[in-house]
């Protein structure tokens, strides 16, 4: 399987047979997340999207007429297998900025997580959902979602093998990524363009794994 982040909260996931690309998003002009991500040039089997808002639901920009995926539920597509678990866009119920929906992918023998825009640590229910989690796309970069301390409590809440933060680029997040790895106790951050994963390359302890924005 081969993960690329595309900015934002935007990944393209690639496994054997099946391309899934998770909440396509339109940069506001004059924003820091860099130009519109090439996603006419992917041709997505699957889009998810975690909340109805413009940073995260493109979906007309991927290409290939994909399945979309919104909300909480179970959805199998080209062998692939999805639950939409509900959750908040905030600490305060959905009140402020509303729902969000993560996604546990099951493709190609891994457990991909994707947590949208959470807003909160995880509920009892929620983690039981992604307990299996082998690679955790979470976001970091606070105001809106979960900032980096609260991040790291999610980590130490699912025990994930593999960790690529997100969410983190925008003008308001600056030096989020720093704080993040501060929290993790990384002292050298070394992005890499991809993430190349299979069951029998998974760390034995959680590593985190920072990842070039292609956009």
């Known amino acids: 399987?081969?993960?690329?982040?595309?900015?934002?909260?935007?990944?393209?996931?690639?496994?054997?047979?099946?391309?899934?690309?998770?909440?396509?998003?339109?940069?506001?002009?004059?924003?820091?997340?860099?130009?519109?991500?090439?996603?006419?040039?992917i041709n997505a089997r699957i889009v998810t999207v975690s909340h109805n808002h413009p940073g995260h639901n493109n979906v007309s920009a991927v290409g290939g007429t994909p399945y979309i995926v919104r909300g909480p539920g179970e959805y199998e597509i080209s062998d692939v297998l999805i639950t939409g678990v509900a959750s908040f866009h905030d600490k305060e119920y959905g009140k402020k900025f509303g729902r969000n929906t993560i996604y546990v992918i099951h493709m190609d023998d891994l457990v991909i997580c994707h947590l949208g825009d959470l807003g909160h640590t995880l509920q009892e229910t929620q983690l039981e959902a992604v307990a299996d989690a082998d690679v955790l796309l979470l976001p970091v970069g606070g105001e809106h979602v979960i900032n980096a301390a609260q991040a790291a409590e999610v980590i130490s809440q699912i025990e994930p093998r593999i960790v690529v933060p997100m969410h983190y680029t925008s003008g308001e997040s600056q030096g989020v990524l720093e704080t993040f790895c501060k929290e993790m106790g990384i002292e050298t951050i070394t992005p890499q363009p991809k993430l190349v994963v299979t069951p029998n390359t998974l760390p034995t302890e959680t590593q985190v794994v920072i990842l070039t924005s292609h956009t």
């Not at 690639?14 to 004059?30: C, I, M, S």
Request: with cysteine; charged share 15%; net charge negative.
């Open 1 to 41: 399987m081969e993960i690329t982040w595309l900015g934002h909260s935007c990944f393209q996931i690639r496994g054997k047979q099946v391309t899934l690309v998770t909440d396509p998003y339109t940069p506001l002009q004059g924003s820091s997340e860099g130009e519109q991500p090439r996603l006419s040039q």
